[in-house]
């Protein structure tokens, strides 16, 4: 602890003080441990962590900077500032009749096929101009941060063409610059073939190949590359050329891999060395066993199978045995998952994926660090890192899961500021 740096902002009093100091990224009975402190309390310098502690002893540890600002957490549970390491927020129009047609019994892929689904977003983000598209996303991160996310992984996908492609990469990067939240670009051209080129999808997988990524990579305007791998999107070989040639030109990897069918885009990710895998619904034992020992991180969307009426949910359990690193996401899109809470994501974990409390939180915190590739910057709450911090309106953080559907957020650090006070 530097005697140097003074506190610009501490909470005390906190009853449930979650760290998540130790291991980073957590497997198996790892996750389980929370680093919890009771009676805990944080000093925080400028955009940094001071002091984690007891709470009696923050005051004498820090000195306080004048107009330091001081919260009384009254007993509540304090977590890291979550994460959702994978969601769309770029989109214009919302898609509840597809919605309403799933519950009537169509399903999501016949309803891609028949020019609905992801494609339709495209028709609709390319006629929408920058300015609304930006206002738009800035709403939902609103509503991020409302539910105790301080960093969002956001993936572009509705362009399907350089310009439109770009267009939301744009969106993304101002945002970043603007709003509060952080964003962790990722180019997601190969989400679907457009339209125009539903005869010629060579012809598209070339102009991914040989103008978008370099662009792209040429203009920074991603960190990872991802892609959609699937029965009837892109086949197992057409991700390995795409995602090779994303990986050369200097993009980490992500894949939206055994989503709706198991076609073995799992053990490709964990082959080519991909930061994380997404979905997983389907994955094989062998996938499992490939992704363990690659470190590939599992980054599960319980939300989408909730919100597709699916039956199989990812085997979680099972990943956790074997040693998986196991994060969880919204996937917030217009199509197959439409929400920007992961409070109510924890609940389905617990209910849908058989996971405890504690290991739901580690998913959000620093597995979901991981992710993303932010281990030792953010997802825990230790000395030197960034002061993202969630305080929530309870006294016991299994209230988490278990107390769904509604905001038990009471206030929101970033960067050290306070940023909402409910
Ligand atoms: O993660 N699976 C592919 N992409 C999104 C859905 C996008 C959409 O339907 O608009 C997903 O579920
Ligand atoms: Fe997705």
Redesign the pocket.
Known sequence: MTKMKKATLIIKNIGQLITMAGPAPRTGAQMSDLGLIENGGIAVSGEEILFVGESEKIEGQAELAEGCTVIDAKGMVVTPGFIDP?T?PV?SKT?EK?FEMRIQGKT?MEI?ESGG??R??VRDLRETDFATLKEKTKERLDRFLSYGVTTIEAKS??GLSLESELKQLEVINELNKTHILDLIPTF?GA??VPDEYRSDREAYINIIINEMIPAVTKNNLAEFSDI?T?EG?FTIAESKKIQQTAKDAGLKLKF?AD??QSTGGGELAAELGSVSA??LVYISDDGIEAMAKSKTVAVL?PG?TFS?SGKQYAPARKMIDEGVIVALST?C?????CSESLPIIISLAALQLKMTAAEAITAVTVNAAAAVDRIGKIGQLVEGMQADITIWDMGDYRELPYHYGVNLVSQVVKKGKLAISN
């Open positions: 994978h769309h989109f898609r597809e999501y891609a689904g992801i339709s977003s996908g509705y997601l989400h679907e959609f699937e999107v939206h989503e709706l997404d979905h969307l989408t597709l996937d899109n217009p199509g197959s998952s």
